[in-house]
């Protein structure tokens, strides 16, 4: 198999004396899409904080394609390449949709204040470059649109998906989606499901999703991690995890 | 050029549009006007310092409406611009004759100097989330108050001389630059209106390039959600000084254009009650709204000033006004009302 773009090693994180996460491991590799499951509670959410690094892990180490992440501040974890979702939806609400977009482009579109003051060349040419990627991503998620309205007044599935490609501006190797799908009806899951897989091979990038719609876990992950009270439970394709006795009963009981 | 142009009457932006219209026409009736028919002095002296108080409003706009931190500082900005171009306008006055040049080097200076201090003190606080910077511009604005008030700067033929304590300043045919709680006496009034407007069209060229580019977007991104701004990359206390910085420069430049329009000028003028009046001028006209600042701190500046014949009752007016408006403008029915009325504009416009 390729390389392994993300690799997580004994990975653990204490608050006080409860212990939320503890001695994970994990790898994601080269143009994947991995599904990290569990029942409410398990630490699925956690795991994303410590990858982008919104806590701090108490050890273990996080390495995105060989270089260790777990030291670094959540600005910099995006900027080595990994982007992530919210499971409560964080948009910049009183701005526009495409400026949503825009904002995830700033660092790879260097001009300095006074290139913005002053209207430079390099300015406009940075910005023009910076609305037609913007553009090009709002197509691909149905957004094109809505792209002038604040981002508050989306309808839900709408600000989602808008998530989805603010994560992708940022041009990274790595994406975690928290319940991509939450909230929405089975068709606009389809959408959505087809929309990851489209996303995945054009930007050639690996996918970690955390989702309680099994269907779409099924359906798209191809490997899949299920996690409970903060430690691996199982790990496998989806055949095996749904065959799994351990992951049955973790989910409905004994 | 070209970008320029666009950028001042490009369609995209119609705020921007408007701003730069209505400060220009303003500025073209009111000299007419001025040519035209004798106006009454009291008008007249009430065109430097609205300018002021409308760059002054814009800046803080900035920080409060588009970067979503509290200042209650910015009369101490104004002040640091204020006595910095006084003192650079006495000092330059035999080497630079010309009015024009040297109100431009004053200014100038003032916005350096206030934009320094702005960094000064935005660094180690917008390094903390929360309302830090409120609590630590509050405190700023009555330093530097206290401390222009005990400063005593003079030059003679044997260079500048200054004191901190009493007016230990004993100069040999010499010029008192500040004087204590005197303030500044005796400058040369080298401000007027037109300049006072084309600062305001580069206040306001600034701000719109400003938030029309990256730099505002990330300004903005930080306001509405600090956590998502971080995990795309936006370095959020970078962001925040960068607007805290040019906010206070800006300050520091309407400080700079007040000074030069008076002979005297005292620092108790820019004390917390300033500072709180241009936080009322943003509110009134809206937190990120450019051309509601410009209306509602021109409209509160020269309020006071007309009703002043009415003595007494002038800022029991004052107050009523500020409380129905602001009551007016938070009703979702007049909203609605006045959404109706510019969509039925919008619709024969279109016709």
């Known amino acids: 198999m390729a390389n392994p773009v993300l690799e997580v090693k004994n990975l653990g994180i204490d608050f006080g004396g409860l212990t939320a996460v503890n001695n994970l491991n994990m790898e994601v590799y080269e143009g994947e899409i991995v599904g990290l499951i569990g029942p409410n509670g398990a630490g699925k959410t956690t795991v994303f904080n410590l990858l982008t690094k919104v806590y701090d892990p108490s050890r273990g180490s996080i390495l995105l394609d060989g270089k260790d992440i777990a030291r670094m501040t959540t600005v910099d974890v995006n900027k080595a390449g990994i982007a992530r979702t919210f499971q409560n939806i964080r948009l910049f609400g009183k701005i526009s949709v495409i400026d949503n977009v825009k904002t995830g482009m700033n660092n790879h579109h260097a001009y300095s204040v006074a290139d913005a003051i002053f209207h430079t060349k390099k300015r406009n040419e940075s910005e023009k470059r910076i609305t037609e990627k913007a553009e090009e991503l709002l197509k691909i998620f149905n957004l094109y649109d809505s792209r002038d309205i604040e981002a508050d007044s989306l309808p839900y599935g709408a600000q989602r998906r808008l998530e989805i490609a603010r994560a992708l501006a940022t041009e990274p190797k790595l994406l975690l989606l928290d319940e991509p799908a939450a909230g929405m009806n089975p068709q606009e899951t389809d959408e959505l499901m087809n929309t990851i897989r489209f996303v995945r091979d054009k930007f050639a990038i690996s996918i970690l999703l955390i989702e309680h719609d099994m269907s779409l876990v099924m359906n798209i992950c191809e490997r899949i991690y299920v996690l409970n009270y903060g430690t691996l439970l199982a790990k496998g394709s989806p055949d095996e995890i749904k065959n799994n006795e351990k992951v049955i009963k973790a989910y409905l009981g004994d | ?351």
Request: glycine content about 8%.
């Open chain 2, 1 to 351: 050029m070209k970008g320029i142009m666009n950028t001042l009457f490009g369609k995209k932006n119609r705020s921007r549009t408007i701003s730069f219209s209505l400060v220009i026409l303003v500025y073209i009736v009111i000299e007419i006007l001025m040519h035209a028919i004798r106006m009454p002095r009291l008008f007249t002296s009430l065109l430097v310092p609205v300018c002021c108080y409308i760059i002054v409003a814009l800046a803080l706009n900035l920080v409060v409406g588009f970067s979503g931190e509290l200042s209650l500082g910015h009369a101490g900005f104004m002040a640091i611009g204020a006595f910095t171009a006084v003192a650079v306008s006495g000092l330059s006055a035999s080497a630079v004759p010309n009015g024009m040049l040297r109100l431009f080097l004053s200014v100038v200076a003032g916005c350096i100097v206030s934009g320094l201090f702005g960094l000064l003190i935005s660094v180690p606080v917008l390094k903390l989330s929360g309302d830090y910077l409120a609590i630590v511009t509050l405190a700023f604005g009555q330093i530097i108050k206290s401390l222009i008030n005990n400063m005593f700067l003079g030059f003679d033929k044997n260079g500048l001389h200054f004191s901190f304590v009493t007016n230990e300043v004993s100069l040999e045919n010499g010029k008192m630059l500040l004087s204590g709680p005197m303030g500044a006496t005796d400058t040369a009034k080298i401000s007027n209106f037109t300049t006072g407007i084309i600062l305001i069209l580069i206040t306001l060229f600034i701000i719109y390039s400003l938030i029309n580019s990256k730099y505002g977007r990330t300004i903005m991104a930080a306001r509405d959600n600090r956590i998502a701004a971080e995990s795309i990359g936006v370095d959020i206390s970078r962001t925040k000084t960068l607007a805290f910085v040019i906010s206070a420069a800006l300050a520091g430049m309407a400080g700079a254009l007040y000074a030069l329009n008076y002979s005297t000028l005292q620092p108790s003028k820019f004390d917390f009650n300033t500072s709180i009046l241009i936080l009322v001028y943003v509110v009134f006209g809206g937190l990120g709204n450019i051309n509601g600042t410009i209306i509602s701190t021109t409209l509160l500046y020269v309020l006071p000033e007309m009703l002043r014949s009415l003595q007494d009752y002038r800022m029991l007016i004052y107050a009523v006004v500020l409380i129905v408006v602001m009551q007016l403008t938070n009703s979702s029915r007049i909203r609605r009302f006045a959404d109706r009325i510019t969509d039925l504009f919008r619709k024969k416009g279109e016709e």
